[in-house]
């Protein structure tokens, strides 16, 4: 069984910063591609980030320059530290990975969704 678990979301100030981390457990045997998508009220998910394995990125337009995403291939976590926020960045935030099993199956796994709320 593969699990992703979020932390980090809550209520911020716009302006502020917050730091999203997805760490991934269970019978893993590696882990590819992982990223952030989310959620606004009314809006369909989107991706915000995602980050290969050896490290290439890719941002929203809406999100470059303010938000970084980063992994530790090792704890098997990946990051999302958001800068300058607003409050358009309101959503429930949701981590994914492509992730190969101890038996050999691949599969995308979803996080079970954080909420940040820039308030204005």
């Known amino acids: 069984q593969v699990q992703l678990v979020e932390s980090g979301g809550g209520l911020v100030q716009a302006g502020g910063s917050l730091r999203l981390s997805c760490a991934a457990s269970?019978?893993?045997?590696?882990?590819?591609?992982m990223g952030w998508y989310r959620q606004r009220p009314g809006k369909q998910r989107e991706l915000v980030a995602s980050?290969?394995?050896?490290?290439?990125?890719n941002y929203a337009d809406s999100v470059k320059g303010r938000f970084t995403i980063s992994r530790d291939n090792a704890k098997r976590t990946v990051y999302l530290q958001m800068n300058s926020l607003k409050p358009e960045d309101t959503a429930v935030y949701y981590c994914n990975a492509d992730i190969v099993s101890l038996m050999g199956v691949p599969y995308n796994y979803w996080g079970q969704g954080t909420q940040v709320t820039v308030s204005s």
């Open positions: 980050i290969t394995r050896g490290g290439s990125t």
């Open positions: 269970g019978s893993i045997l590696s882990i590819s591609t």
